[in-house]
């Protein structure tokens, strides 16, 4: 018997709603934040989680697995997407993403902290190299997102010299000041939907719900 599409629902949509009411709250903030292309690739991950639990992880589940270990298999499927999130984010390249800002407000404060770090410092276009940071990256501008990357170019990087670069970037940054977005509002607006719906289906269908929990617990 499926799962309940009530339930399917707030599974689906209850870690997205989250994942866009957090980036638009970021995108109003008066001030940029950085994060790592990790952090930002983990978080992406957990969003679509549920998405993978009524999706792949529900049509593809191991019935001898269901069989023996019951609603336990639900923890061994989670432990084992979490493990894959984790591979692939321990195996990205170098990557910072700055939130809440453009290229233009960027790009100074990019070029003092650089100085700062790496007296060698050599631009090139949108590429930028610190040969005694080990740091070679482009610079990726997404205006309408109001976010701008720096994506590592090349594979000889040094991870440390990224730490470094994300600490003294985060430092500047503190004193930057930025505009509030459309984007921002945009998001937040649509993940207090996708969470207002989720309430509302709760609410509405609150045994369908329960149903949906239990079956999947206790197949």
């Known amino acids: 018997m499926p799962i309940p599409d009530a339930w399917h629902l707030c599974v689906a949509f209850g870690p997205l709603g989250i994942y866009f009411l957090l980036l638009g709250l970021l995108n109003l903030s008066r001030r940029p934040f950085i994060t790592t292309g990790a952090r930002d690739a983990a978080a992406l991950g957990v969003a679509v989680a549920g998405f993978v639990v009524i999706g792949p992880m529900e ?34 390249r170098p990557r910072l993403v700055i939130y809440n800002t453009d290229l233009d407000s960027l790009r100074p404060i990019l070029s003092h902290v650089a100085a700062s770090l790496d007296s060698e410092v050599r631009w090139a276009g949108d590429s930028l190299v610190m040969p005694r940071m080990g740091v070679r990256l482009n610079i990726e501008a997404h205006p309408a997102a109001r976010n701008v990357q720096l994506v590592s170019a090349g594979m000889r990087q040094d991870y440390l010299g990224w730490r470094q670069l994300e600490f003294a970037l985060a430092e ?16 937040a607006m649509l993940g207090v939907l996708m969470l207002g719906c989720i309430a509302w289906w709760m609410a509405s269908s609150p045994s369908e719900v329960a149903q949906g929990l239990d079956q999947m617990l206790h197949p």
């Open 59 to 92: 049509l593809f589940m191991p019935l001898s697995a269901l069989d023996r270990f019951g609603g336990y298999v639900w923890l061994l499927l989670l432990t084992f997407y979490a493990l894959c999130l984790s591979l692939t984010v321990l195996t990205m």
């Open 172 to 187: 500047s940054l503190r004193e930057a000041p930025a505009g509030r977005s459309y984007y921002g509002a945009t998001l």
